[in-house]
Nanobody
Framework: QVQLVESGGGEAQPGESLRLSCVIS????????ISWYRQAPGKQREMVAS???????NYTDSVLGRFTISRDNAKNTAYLQMDNLKPEDTAVYYC?????????WGPGTQVTVSS
């Protein structure tokens, strides 16, 4: 059974940092590209950052230079380091794993940035 479990969300003030983790079980982790998505209230889900099996990364413009995606294949875990958080980063953050036609999602973790 494939399972993705996100953690690390919570509340932060503007300028602070949070680190999200996504532990994936039931798959061969290093076969999968990993992405973090987010969905704010009333908005569509958007891709925030992605990392390929070889470690190449991609970011949406609004988080470039503030967020860092990484993966630890030995721990079957992906991370999203979020620095200099802004109120507009408030959203539910989802982990996504994809390999060919296989596409899996975690349940999401809430991130709230406010003063």
């Amino acid at each position: 059974q494939v399972q993705l479990v996100e953690s690390g969300g919570g509340e932060a003030q503007p300028g602070e940092s949070l680190r999200l983790s996504c532990v994936i079980s039931g798959v061969t982790f290093n076969f999968y590209g990993i992405s973090w998505y987010r969905q704010a209230p009333g908005k569509q889900r958007e891709m925030v950052a992605s990392i390929t099996t070889s470690g190449a990364t991609n970011y949406t413009d609004s988080v470039l230079g503030r967020f860092t995606i990484s993966r630890d294949n030995a721990k079957n875990t992906a991370y999203l380091q979020m620095d200099n958080l802004k109120p507009e980063d408030t959203a539910v953050y989802y982990c996504n794993a994809i390999f060919l036609v296989l596409n899996y999602w975690g349940p999401g973790t809430q991130v709230t940035v406010s003063s």
